[in-house]
């Protein structure tokens, strides 16, 4: 007589919607058999505000402040994406200073966001102490912001034809100061995180994304190059100015988590070279383009167009048919498409490596859901 | 009554006031700009960490806290040396208490019943007031390694009595036990996790003559007692019917079973070369100087050669591991099982396990302090006028001090890679550590 086959349960957990680390209201289902996952489904749309719908009432105007509320880690890129979209449907030729100072902001906000990246990352893993670091940098952008926008968060800087106002007296200075404080941080981050023997343990042998699997997931921005693929719209499509900026592509090898994030702080340097080479650059002149009107009507037709946002490739489509507000808008959400891939890289892995998969792969719901 | 004006006439002409100096036009402040002297509003309010690191020691109010803290050090060392050793002041009041009970003719088991009951109260005194005080530093030290200040109000200097307001909150809460949970077993886990702490350091030597119970057997009955928490952890794992809890459980079944094992391995050299299993004695075979008496270097156990420190650093790391902490949190792993096995706990029941974690990080850096620091001894002889309970406390606080600097700046282990580190490292190391300590016994 052969004994019973031993019974096992598998266990099914909610991960989230209110879960310390699933950076919003993301909820992910799993199934485990013991720790480790046999099935993943992420569950969106907890934090839906119909912002796409929204927009189809709303003057063209309007919409780069409703922009903000998309990814609101790095609300300049939004802004720059539904401008440079709404610009080619007006056929608004943007100033020069103008370009720089989009190019400096958003860059200022790609180190902001990756900052956020840093300390969560860190706190996930279960290092508490990298989080307040970052966020001392932070802070010091967003006084930056603030006193030029106003905003700490959402800013509202970047509009159709140009940006909002001129820098205040001193700025660049101020913004001077701020990065030679900062690039010393940076190796300060290496020894604190970046090198740890136990970090290193726990980020490189998990959540590998191979170069194909992230191209057919549709995968982008840090996490697609930190699988080899040297894809950057800043190279590949310029906007603005980047053109005339010296910068590199950091791409990484693995394409695992580790990778994923050292990806992300070898952007934060190449920011850093992009904001000082567009300080350099800054001439006097307008920052608005002539004749933008304060009620838009373009002309029926479509457009898009795309920035490299800290997230990835951030699209705006637009369809406009003579009215004053757009006939229809589309947002190709780069965290959106990013967290497609975790159904299939959570399967097989540990409950304690959802957290570093799910942290390395940096979404913010509110661009996913939006 | 003429005073008064007729209707329809129209009153006197009121005098004619003196004008009024001309006030000057509001000027609301930009948001953005201070229009006032054309620089940014925030350049003068905020305080940037670029600006204040420029000048750290010139500025006042660190000055002033470094001499405070010279202060405070200096007028801590005199009044210890006052009070002087403990025993000496105790055993007078023992002795004049006994020659008392002896001339009451009391029953002959009463009076060292009575004694057995202050020793009790002496040890739950240090138990408790040790996480208080534990507490409170571990956030300020927390908050000074992430450019922080911690708790500031309470109490008035530097939030020092932020621990006891928050024991009043934790006592005034309601107690949750949770619909699923198995009630019997939920409310046995935090006491069954925190008892077995009392009792566990009765046999710890606090310095000169000061240990409840001069026990001959006193690092197995340690090691005994401690094991007995586990199951404490997870019956709360079990019991709260919580599917985080439950992983908790699980992991912290797992881990503190096997840290155990190279934990007791490492004080295993230890007892060879004391040759005693008694924290008294062991502490006494660490008296004396390497080199022929010289006395430079101590002839604690940390400081023989190969054999000590890799001891130390085996227990250090295991010591770590028992109390849950960071890097090895994986129990109660917060950013992944929210809070693992404590976390359907609230009030009283949660501020028991967090009471056990503060005293088991205080039993084991007592117990460091013992095996490898030589206990309450000076280090060098000329410091000798501090008597020996506080050098065991400094040393106890230092070690502290480590375990704290630990969990501040490491992420967390993985699970499996956590196993592995134990079994295939620790374990075999503490294994060659008792074969070199042999080498030692038999030279």
């Known amino acids: 007589m052969t004994p019973a086959p031993l019974r096992t349960d598998q266990l099914f957990v909610n991960l989230g919607p209110q879960h310390p680390s699933t950076h919003g209201v993301l909820r992910v289902g799993l199934t485990l058999e013991g720790e480790v996952i046999m099935r993943a489904e992420p569950d969106i749309g907890y934090l839906h505000r119909g912002t796409e719908k929204l927009s189809e009432i709303r003057g063209w105007n309007q919409l780069v402040a409703l922009s903000d509320r998309w990814d609101y880690c790095n609300a300049m890129g939004n802004n720059l994406a539904y401008c440079l979209a709404a610009e080619k449907l007006l056929t608004v030729e943007v100033p020069e200073r103008a370009q720089h100072l989009r190019a400096v902001m958003c860059e200022l906000n790609r180190i902001a966001s990756h900052l956020i990246f840093f300390g969560t990352f860190g706190i996930d893993i279960g290092a508490f102490t990298p989080f307040l670091h970052a966020f001392r940098e932070r802070e010091m952008l967003l006084d930056l912001f603030e006193s030029c926008t106003g905003a700490r968060l959402t800013y509202n800087y970047i509009r159709i034809g140009g940006v909002m106002r001129d820098l205040p007296k001193g700025w660049p200075d101020l913004c001077r100061e701020f990065l030679e404080f900062f690039k010393p941080r940076l190796q300060e981050y290496d020894t604190l995180l970046s090198f740890n023997p136990i970090f290193l343990d726990r980020t490189k042998t998990v959540g590998h994304i191979s170069r194909e699997s992230a191209l057919n997931w549709g995968v982008s921005g840090p996490n697609l190059r930190a699988s080899g693929v040297k894809a950057d719209v800043r190279k590949l499509d310029p906007y603005c100015l980047y053109a005339k900026y010296d910068f590199e592509i950091p791409v990484g090898k693995t394409g695992c988590c580790w990778d994923r994030y050292y990806c992300r702080m070898l952007e934060i340097k190449e920011s850093v070279r992009i904001v000082e080479q567009a300080l350099g650059l800054l001439a006097d002149g307008p920052v608005m383009a002539k004749g933008v009107a304060k009620i838009l009507k373009p002309a029926p037709g479509e457009s898009y167009g795309h920035v490299e946002a800290a997230r990835g490739d951030l699209g705006v489509h637009l369809i406009s048919d003579g009215n004053t507000a757009p006939y229809r808008l589309h947002v190709r959400a780069p965290s959106f498409m990013n967290l497609q891939i975790l159904q299939e890289l959570l399967v097989g892995q540990r409950m304690s490596d959802v957290i570093a998969i799910l942290g390395s792969i940096d979404i913010v719901l509110g661009e996913v859901d939006r | 009554m003429t005073d008064e004006p007729r209707p329809g006439q129209p009153p006197p002409a009121p005098e004619p006031k003196p004008a009024a100096p001309a006030k000057p036009p509001v000027v609301l402040p930009d948001p953005v700009f201070n229009t006032a002297n054309g620089r940014l509003l925030f350049a003068e309010d905020r305080l940037w960490p670029n600006r204040v690191w420029k000048g750290m020691f010139s500025l006042p109010r660190y000055r002033n806290g470094a001499l405070m803290l010279a202060g405070i050090i200096v007028a801590g060392t005199a009044f210890v040396a006052a009070v002087g050793e403990l025993d000496s002041r105790v055993r007078p009041v023992f002795n004049w208490l006994s020659a008392q009970a002896a001339a009451l003719s009391l029953p002959a088991l009463l009076f060292p019943a009575a004694w057995i009951v202050v020793k009790v109260l002496a040890i739950t005194g240090v138990i408790v007031a040790a996480p208080i005080f534990l507490v409170w530093w571990e956030r300020k030290i927390s908050a000074h390694?992430?450019?922080?200040?911690?708790?500031?109000?309470?109490?008035?200097?530097?939030?020092?009595?932020?621990?006891?307001?928050?024991?009043?909150?934790?006592?005034?809460?309601?107690?949750?036990?949770?619909?699923?949970?198995?009630?019997?077993?939920?409310?046995?886990?935090?006491?069954?996790?925190?008892?077995?702490?009392?009792?566990?350091?009765?046999?710890?030597?606090?310095?000169?003559?000061?240990?409840?119970?001069?026990?001959?057997?006193?690092?197995?009955?340690?090691?005994?007692?401690?094991?007995?928490?586990?199951?404490?952890?997870?019956?709360?794992?079990?019991?709260?019917?919580?599917?985080?809890?439950?992983?908790?459980?699980?992991?912290?079944?797992?881990?503190?079973?096997?840290?155990?094992?190279?934990?007791?391995?490492?004080?295993?050299?230890?007892?060879?070369?004391?040759?005693?299993?008694?924290?008294?004695?062991?502490?006494?075979?660490?008296?004396?100087?390497?080199?022929?008496?010289?006395?430079?270097?101590?002839?604690?156990?940390?400081?023989?050669?190969?054999?000590?420190?890799?001891?130390?650093?085996?227990?250090?790391?295991?010591?770590?591991?028992?109390?849950?902490?960071?890097?090895?949190?994986?129990?109660?792993?917060?950013?992944?099982?929210?809070?693992?096995?404590?976390?359907?706990?609230?009030?009283?029941?949660?501020?028991?396990?967090?009471?056990?974690?503060?005293?088991?990080?205080?039993?084991?850096?007592?117990?460091?302090?013992?095996?490898?620091?030589?206990?309450?001894?000076?280090?060098?002889?000329?410091?000798?006028?501090?008597?020996?309970?506080?050098?065991?406390?400094?040393?106890?606080?230092?070690?502290?001090?480590?375990?704290?600097?630990?969990?501040?700046?490491?992420?967390?282990?993985?699970?499996?890679?956590?196993?592995?580190?134990?079994?295939?490292?620790?374990?075999?190391?503490?294994?060659?550590?008792?074969?070199?300590?042999?080498?030692?016994?038999?030279?």
């Not at chain 2, 840290?259 to 062991?282: C, D, H, Q, W």
Request: aromatic share 18%.
């Open chain 2, 145 to 443: 390694m992430q450019s922080r200040f911690g708790p500031m109000v309470t109490g008035g200097f530097h939030g020092w009595l932020q621990t006891v307001a928050d024991g009043i909150k934790l006592f005034l809460k309601e107690n949750i036990t949770p619909v699923t949970a198995d009630r019997w077993v939920h409310l046995l886990g935090p006491i069954v996790a925190l008892g077995p702490v009392f009792l566990a350091f009765a046999p710890v030597c606090f310095g000169r003559e000061l240990a409840a119970a001069d026990l001959d057997i006193g690092v197995v009955y340690i090691f005994a007692m401690t094991g007995v928490s586990v199951l404490g952890i997870m019956m709360a794992g079990w019991g709260s019917g919580n599917k985080y809890s439950l992983l908790g459980g699980l992991r912290a079944a797992a881990q503190l079973v096997s840290y155990e094992i190279p934990r007791a391995f490492s004080v295993i050299p230890v007892i060879m070369l004391a040759g005693s299993l008694n924290l008294t004695k062991i502490v006494a075979a660490q008296s004396g100087w390497w080199f022929d008496g010289i006395p430079v270097l101590p002839r604690w156990f940390i400081f023989y050669p190969v054999v000590g420190q890799l001891s130390f650093l085996i227990f250090l790391i295991t010591s770590v591991a028992e109390t849950n902490r960071t890097p090895f949190d994986i129990p109660e792993a917060e950013s992944e099982l929210v809070s693992g096995f404590h976390t359907e706990y609230s009030g009283l029941k949660f501020s028991f396990f967090f009471l056990a974690e503060y005293a088991y990080m205080t039993l084991g850096c007592c117990l460091m302090a013992a095996f490898f620091l030589g206990g309450g001894a000076a280090p060098w002889p000329f410091l000798s006028f501090i008597p020996s309970w506080a050098w065991f406390t400094v040393k106890v606080l230092g070690l502290v001090f480590c375990f704290m600097w630990f969990r501040w700046t490491f992420p967390r282990f993985r699970v499996d890679r956590l196993m592995d580190f134990n079994w295939k490292f620790l374990l075999p190391w503490s294994f060659a550590n008792i074969a070199i300590a042999g080498l030692y016994v038999m030279l």
